[in-house]
């Protein structure tokens, strides 16, 4: 690749900036929240330098599609339109609203969201609000199944999914919207096509991303969020903090209404060098905002990038009981448990090392915990099959405390078993091409994992002995980036 990810990530924030303005977040192009290899695909025609004019005439043949997207919008919208009065008459009352995610897992959970803990009960309780937690979903439509898994949460909340498409007036509007964004964008990046030859790049390639789900998505919910509830009423919005462009968009119009509402951001997972959203977010931030932290690690990162918001250490429930555990038994044979997280380009990459290196570790057992979110593709199972197979692998059914206390490695990338490893007697692997070294979770504490880019490098990781740290030293690491919870902190903002 021709292009660094970072310089990339700059490159479109400055346009945000200047000529452009933070309305344009209505479109992910303009915010790279992780550069993941599945963010990354979206910059294809940067990346790899395409000529602007063969860009134009791609964009061009997009044409239809474009138009056939907006047509099949306004359809469904006019289809689904129940969907979208429902939505505003449960939560138009509610003073107190989280936006979580309607991943299977968490529409599972009956007792606490998997992302804010038993962070809805204790806001709520306190100020005795009426509350509401909205669940944003990418699927195109709400199934029978989603609905009666909501109707079994709590019943002190309002639970609902966020609508799959705009009413049809508002999705007009959105029409009308979108194509000056797009249009706007075309014209500056002709504008500035011989002066600023980069930046004329960025906006040329940007064109068609506008007619995208994701940048419908976005305007849904920025819509139905504004529209639905008593803006100048809400007095907490409660995000997830991943650096993702509606998260900045949802944020800065909320506040525009009522500047009195609050804002807290709730850091949910492990932050890594390529978060570069959450970057750009905090060094712009001026908003009345709280950051809910796992641990003082990523309180005292925030910290250095701004200093605007305030920032709470609350803890996390990833790990429940920080208690060392050692192997009970030592066992003749080894076990590696790899820990892909829920895409498909890692989960793939993850087959393929072990694919690679399992005809010379026949005494190694592998185990592949597969992520609960992750979504099959028929090539991903036949890929399965024929690793199974094989003698020593296999794909986990166990818990994961079971599959780590067993362990004598484990292969992460990007995942918070990376970090929950320390936790346990085995050695931490990260697995990744250099490139992609920024996704490494525990990257600032470089004596607590090794660190291998391809299969001979993992063969020879797990043939030689290691000297791990002292398990004070692991924990001490471990509770730094995910403490105890411990809501009391709270009492100054809430």
Not at 262 to 289: A, D, E, T, W
Not at 321 to 344: A, C, D, L, M, R
């Amino acid at each position: 690749m021709n292009q660094n990810y970072e310089e990339l990530a700059r490159e479109i924030d400055e346009l945000l900036r200047n000529p452009l303005n933070s309305k344009y977040l209505i479109n992910p192009y303009f915010r790279i929240s992780k550069a993941t290899p599945e963010q990354i695909k979206k910059y294809f025609l940067l990346v790899h330098n395409i000529p602007r004019p063969l860009v134009l005439i791609w964009h061009l043949i997009l044409i239809p599609k474009n138009i056939l997207q907006f047509y099949l919008h306004l359809v469904l919208s006019i289809i689904l339109f129940f969907q979208s009065s429902g939505f505003k008459r449960k939560i138009q009352n509610c003073t107190v609203l989280f936006l979580s995610h309607g991943v299977k897992r968490n529409l599972n959970s009956t007792s606490t969201d998997i992302f804010f803990d038993s962070l809805p009960k204790y806001i709520s309780s306190k100020n005795e609000k009426k509350t509401a937690i909205v669940y944003t979903n990418q699927k195109w439509f709400v199934s029978r199944k989603e609905s009666i898994l909501l109707s079994k949460k709590n019943p002190n909340f309002t639970h609902i999914l966020l609508p799959k498409y705009l009413p049809p007036g508002q999705n007009l509007k959105y029409m009308i919207r979108i194509n000056w964004f797009a249009l706007q964008s075309l014209y500056l990046g002709l504008k500035l096509y011989f002066n600023r030859p980069a930046q004329s790049r960025v906006l040329i390639s940007s064109y068609s991303s506008f007619f995208n789900r994701s940048t419908y998505t976005n305007y849904l919910l920025l819509d139905s969020i504004t529209r639905s509830t008593n803006s100048k009423h809400l007095e907490a919005l409660v995000l997830t903090f991943e650096g993702h462009s509606y998260e900045q968009l949802l944020i800065d119009e909320v506040t525009r209404i009522n500047e009195n509402t609050k804002i807290f951001l709730r850091q949910h997972s492990p932050i890594v060098p390529f978060h570069y959203g959450i970057k750009f977010y905090l060094s712009q931030c001026r908003s009345n905002v709280t950051v809910f932290t796992t641990g003082v690690l990523y309180e005292q990162y925030f910290r250095s990038i701004s200093i605007m918001p305030k920032y709470i250490s609350i803890g996390s429930s990833k790990v429940l009981n920080h208690g060392y555990f050692e192997k009970s038994i030592e066992s003749q044979i080894k076990k590696i448990v790899y820990v892909p997280e829920g895409s498909y380009h890692t989960t793939y990459e993850f087959i393929e090392l072990i694919k690679k290196i399992i005809v010379d570790t026949e005494n190694v057992m592998h185990i592949l915990r597969l992520h609960p979110d992750l979504k099959f593709s028929l090539l991903l199972q036949y890929r399965l099959r024929v690793l199974k197979h094989c003698g020593n692998f296999t794909v986990s059914t166990s818990s994961l405390h079971s599959d780590l206390a067993e362990a004598n490695f484990l292969f992460y990338r990007s995942s918070a078993v990376g970090i929950e490893s320390l936790n346990y007697d085995l050695v931490p692997v990260f697995y990744a091409d250099s490139k992609l070294g920024g996704l490494n979770v525990l990257q600032p504490n470089s004596k607590a994992y090794c660190s291998v880019v391809d299969a001979l490098g993992a063969l020879d990781c797990i043939k030689r002995s290691h000297v791990q740290l002292p398990i004070k030293s692991k924990i001490s690491i471990l509770n730094s980036y995910f403490s105890s919870i411990d809501y009391s902190k709270l009492h100054i903002v809430v």
